[in-house]
């Protein structure tokens, strides 16, 4: 994970202050958790960086596991999940087709 992840999970979560070591790293524990479970569900190659399809839905995870609702995330999102799983079929399948991108 990198600092940009947590600058953007930090921004969404209104996080101002300067972290405590205890918070960063439950941060950073939740984050990895949320990337784990999107490359899982997603895509196995997401990053979840800011600006990339699966930054928001990671950031989404993050808000739910600091509320204790992370349990959740799967059923609120399962939409965006299912569409990002089709996506990454599809990339796959017109990959091994060998299709023309247009």
Do not use: W
Not at 19 to 24: F, G, H, R, S, V
Not at 58 to 70: I, Q, T, W
Not at 78 to 84: D, K, L, Y
């Amino acid at each position: 994970m990198s600092g940009t992840v947590l600058d953007m999970v930090k921004a969404n979560l209104h996080i101002t202050y300067a972290l405590d070591t205890a918070t960063k790293e439950r941060l950073e524990n939740e984050i990895n958790d949320g990337i784990a479970l999107i490359q899982k569900y997603c895509d196995p190659a997401a990053t979840c960086e800011p600006g990339t399809a699966f930054s928001g839905l990671l950031c989404e995870y993050v808000l739910r596991a600091e509320s204790g609702a992370a349990s959740t995330f799967l059923s609120d999102f399962a939409q965006e999940i299912r569409a990002g799983r089709i996506s990454k079929e599809v990339e796959d399948y017109v990959e091994a087709m060998q299709y023309a991108a247009n």
